[in-house]
């Protein structure tokens, strides 16, 4: 027998010894077992309402944390024009010392350093640019 069943038969030896109770005892103690053999089913709902409110409050918990771990959406306008503004006004002074330290070599190194931050950058807020896909909550339904 399932969990379930197990709980029907046992109500439905409640219900039979009430009934037994009722016919030897007679009419004047109907009231009594009938509000004795209520409370037993009122106390049994109880326990089902609360076990699937402490299962469904467990679940809001592990997808609320879940939730909380996930990385937040940070490809906004104003972080890619403002990362875009430092990356140039830096590109200026880094390429002068570079120019002047190493001549071509050193403008070629800080250019690199240049372009690797801001692909690092990209990547970061656009994983698709590389063939890694961000897990969206579209694709968590389709699950």
């Given amino acids: ?30 009231s009594a077992l009938v509000d004795s053999f209520l409370e037993k089913v009122d106390q049994r709902i109880d ?6 409110v402490r299962r469904q409050l467990a679940e809001q918990q592990m997808t609320a944390a879940r939730d909380s771990r996930s990385p937040r959406p940070t490809d906004s306008f104003g972080e890619r024009f403002g990362f875009g503004i430092v990356s140039l006004v830096l590109a200026v002074p880094l390429s002068a010392i570079g120019g002047g330290v190493a001549d071509l070599p050193g403008i070629l190194v800080a250019w690199a350093g240049i372009v690797g931050v801001n692909v690092v950058q990209a990547v970061r807020t656009n994983p698709e640019l590389f063939g890694r896909r961000r897990a969206s909550r579209a694709d968590a339904w389709e699950d």
């Fill in 1 to 30: 027998m399932t969990g379930m069943d197990a709980h029907d038969a046992d109500l439905k030896r409640e219900l039979d010894a009430t009934l037994r109770t009722r016919r030897e005892l007679g009419e004047e103690y109907e």
């Fill in 47 to 52: 326990g089902a309402v609360e076990r699937r």
